[in-house]
């Protein structure tokens, strides 16, 4: 696409966010770099969703500039935006399901919304692989979200979220509320599907196992703009107080000693 830059898929710059009096962002800047992982981690509260919002379209920045691809993703008209959005897929916090669809259906959303052309056998067939290569059943398929396990309705986001063949994929706090054993699992599945499909991963977390075991890079949200980026190793040299707390902490070294005892 015009403009794309080898390796940098997002791009923000000066990127400012309020609600009212409440400044969220201010003067943020992040890149985030083709066919990695990158892991997106700040307190409570320091805007890790609403920047997931600013780069997707669904919170108009008070200010900065949103690249996406290499294209702008701010003022675009209606026909880039979708164009832009075509090519990306976003797992929201807790799945997002309708909750009156089937898993199938819900996978079949974007197909039917981007591509209304398309014949409805081959909808079915690709929503179906999509359900499988996200690790469910096949027989997931036509149960309803309220029939589905924690995990099985995160699974079923993510087949929603892959349904388009995206270059960049978003992912929410995707294993918040899964078990240890769950959590590792869609680790892995997030990284052997980056691997395979070429993906861009932005993955929101608090989870220290999951920074430790799949992501690139990490960038840390906090005074109101990311005050690091880079490898874990990287922002251990840094001495921001709220890093050193977060990975030096319990259960960041308890993260570590999981990570060695695997590796
Ligand atoms: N639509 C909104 N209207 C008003 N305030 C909002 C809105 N969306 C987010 N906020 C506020 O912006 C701040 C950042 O919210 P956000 O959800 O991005 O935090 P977060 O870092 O993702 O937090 P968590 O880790 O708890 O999910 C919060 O104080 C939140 O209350």
């Not at 997707?56 to 290499?70: K, N």
């Amino acid at each position: 696409m015009a403009g794309e830059k080898d390796d940098i898929i997002i791009s923000v710059r000066g990127l400012k966010n309020s609600f009212g009096e409440q400044v969220v962002h201010e003067d943020l800047d992040l890149d985030v770099r083709r066919g990695e992982i990158i892991g997106v981690v700040g307190g409570s509260g320091t805007g890790k969703s609403v920047l997931m919002r600013s780069i997707i379209g669904l919170q108009p920045p008070d200010e900065g500039e949103v690249t996406v691809f290499g294209e702008s993703a701010l003022g675009q008209d209606e026909t880039q935006a979708i164009e832009m959005r075509k090519r990306w897929g976003v797992l929201f916090q807790g799945g997002a399901l309708f909750s009156t669809l089937t898993v199938a259906e819900n996978v079949q959303v974007p197909l039917r919304e981007f591509y209304p052309d398309l014949d409805l056998a081959l909808i079915d067939e690709i929503a179906s692989y999509k359900i499988v290569m996200s690790g469910l059943d096949a027989s997931a398929g036509p149960k309803f979200p309220a029939e589905l396990s924690g995990g099985m309705k995160k699974r079923a986001g993510l087949a929603r979220a892959l349904a388009l063949d995206p270059d960049l994929l978003f992912l929410d706090e995707p294993t918040a509320g899964l078990d240890p054993i769950g959590a590792a699992a869609f680790d892995a599945l997030t990284q052997s599907l980056q691997k395979t499909l070429g993906l861009t991963v932005f993955l929101i977390t608090h989870d220290l196992d999951t920074l430790y075991a799949i992501c690139d890079r990490v960038a840390v949200l906090a005074d109101k703009k990311v005050i690091a980026v880079g490898t874990i190793d990287e922002l251990l040299a840094t001495d921001h107080p709220w890093i050193q707390e977060y990975f030096n902490g319990p259960r960041g070294r308890a993260a570590v000693a999981s990570t060695e005892k695997q590796g």
